[in-house]
């Protein structure tokens, strides 16, 4: 039975030290202070959580080294890509005294471009934006689906989160195809149709032959993944973003019933972004201090006036259709009004309009798989730099939505926080990205912010709704809300492939229970 290992003997430190500085070099292992803190600096309120050290390997070769010799030393490693994945944790592990392996510095190759398959491999590093400006130098006829986050985000650690996007290619995860794994054993897994020595289908045929294995590195602790094929997507000859805008809070329930129709009958072949007025409004402006008090949500009449002063509803929808020509496509958005415009209620903004405001550009961006920048001002609407994700799921329904908006405002107001909330919507469930910010200078604030976090979990799950994508400080408290044996499962994987512990004990509270064994 594997088991979670406490800090060290500084000998045994000092001989991993030693031999990884043999097998990377002198100069990518580093052990300066200075450089060690910023890897253990997150945005959640129980704080930074200290590292020991931070490792650059180059290639697969030299991560499959390092895994065993952090086997033989009994040292913990916690492997990062590219970004800062803020707002779920930064780069910070779980717990203290884990090396990071730095993988995006040196491993951030783009392998493979393949034009007429449509696909790219790419290593770790390989951000969204340099996979965006590849395709452009190139002049590629090829488009790939990336987040709204930053554009130093990368495609194959976003993948890993059960990350998503917007257009037709939204699901990362399924429009990946084909990975290389250093499992914590140090044995190399490729996966698919890749098990195949000198395989020419890896990164075309997805489920391979034999169990498909690929799921197991998504939101665990397994393996360390160094290349991962990911699948393009056509560029159409014309997109065409549409928006609307809905004055009330329960217009949210008229909004599901539309984009379940719409999705269901795949009449919007993009995502639906329904996007309420603080999370537009906080890309540009900052919480009234001067109308309202920080230490409670903003009150409904202050958001009203905000609401008039930035020309915005109370929720704002968004799409984009693809057509081979302009009447194609406005053809295409005349049928969707008809729909989201039938009760009277919804504000029609073209393209054209939306474009000129920076609130509403970074939609038209996201569908067309253009890295942007534009919404992390959001982060900054209250001051003190704390800030997370929750991400409850909400079934495309009218009346659900609405006892789950009224489920959020109720949590929040409790604890003082204001409701910022995107629904991203497929065909039967959004995720609904709500965004928590708080002053994290303040004590006070960081146990009311971590309170409000495990309310959410303990009242969505209360009501048969789990929340996916917890930042590092809450994967274990969510995951313990699981049963059916769901990580007793997890668990029992980990001392098969990581039978030590060396990789991110901890994360997604997978190799907590070794403790008491």
């Known amino acids: ?26 100069r990518w292992i580093d052990m300066a202070a200075q450089k060690v803190e910023r890897y253990g600096e997150n945005l959640m309120p129980s704080g930074d959580v200290p590292v020991s050290g931070v490792i650059y390997p180059a290639d697969t070769e030299q991560v499959r080294q390092i895994v065993l010799l952090a086997n033989e030393h009994h040292v913990q490693l916690h492997p990062v890509s590219t970004g800062q994945n803020i707002g779920l944790g930064s780069r910070a ?18 392998i493979e471009i393949n034009e007429e398959l449509a696909y790219a491999v790419v290593e770790p590093g390989v951000s969204y934006q340099a996979l965006y400006d590849e395709l452009e130098v190139r002049g590629h ?13 990368g495609p ?49 045929s997805k489920y391979g032959l034999g169990p498909y294995l690929d799921g197991l590195f998504l939101q665990s602790n397994y393996g360390i993944v160094t290349r991962m094929g990911v699948w393009l997507m056509p560029k159409p000859p014309i997109t065409r973003a549409f928006f609307f805008s809905f004055p009330d809070d329960d217009d949210i329930g008229e909004i599901m019933e539309v984009s379940r129709h ?23 402006a900052r919480f009234p201090v001067d109308r309202a008090d920080l230490r409670k949500s903003i009150p409904d009449d202050v958001r009203a006036e905000m609401q008039v ?49 920076p609130m509403l550009r970074i939609h038209s961006d996201s569908f067309v798989g253009k890295p942007t920048r534009d919404e992390f001002p959001l982060y900054e609407w209250r001051p003190g730099g704390g800030a997370t994700w929750i991400l409850p799921v909400t079934p495309i ?20 926080f204001d409701y910022i909330c995107e629904h991203v919507v497929g065909s039967r469930m959004s995720r609904a990205l709500h965004v928590l910010v708080w002053n994290r ?18 009242e969505y799950a209360a009501a048969g709704y789990p929340v996916s994508r917890p930042p590092t400080e809450f994967q274990p408290y969510a995951m313990n809300r699981l049963g059916h044996s769901f990580l007793d499962t997890c668990n029992d994987i980990k001392d098969a492939l990581d039978p030590r512990g060396v990789l991110s004990p901890g994360l997604y509270g997978i190799g907590l229970h070794r403790d008491a064994n």
């Open 397 to 416: 329904h009218g009346e659900i939505a609405k006892e789950h908006q009224q489920l959020s405002r109720r949590i929040l107001g409790r604890f003082g």
């Open 262 to 284: 719409l999705k269901l009958n795949s009449l919007v072949p993009t995502l639906l972004k329904v996007t309420n007025d603080i999370y537009a409004l906080g890309t540009e």
């Open 156 to 204: 194959l650690g976003n993948t890993l989160d059960k990350g998503a996007g917007y257009t037709p290619y939204f699901d990362h995860f399924y429009m990946s195809c084909g990975m290389e794994v250093v499992l914590g054993n140090g044995n190399v897994l490729r996966t698919g149709d890749g098990a195949l020595e000198g395989s020419k289908s890896w990164h075309i």
């Open 93 to 110: 592990p779980v717990q203290p005294g884990q090396f990071v392996l730095e993988l995006g510095r040196r491993m951030n190759r783009i």
């Open 141 to 153: 006829p090829l488009m790939l689906d990336t987040t709204s986050g930053p554009p130093q985000g």
């Open 1 to 26: 039975m594997a088991t979670v290992m406490s800090a060290r003997p500084k000998s045994a430190v000092d001989a991993f030290v030693s031999a990884v500085r043999d097998v990377v070099g002198e």
């Open 441 to 458: 200078e303040d004590p006070e604030e960081n146990a009311r912010a971590k309170a409000c976090f495990e309310a959410f979990i303990d």
């Open 309 to 357: 002063e930035h020309k915005i509803g109370s929720w704002v929808v968004s799409g984009a259709v693809y057509g081979a020509d302009d009447d194609a496509v406005e053809n295409h958005i005349r049928l969707i009004r008809s729909f989201f415009e039938r009760s009277g209620k919804a504000t029609y903004i073209p393209q054209e309009i939306a474009d000129r405001n």
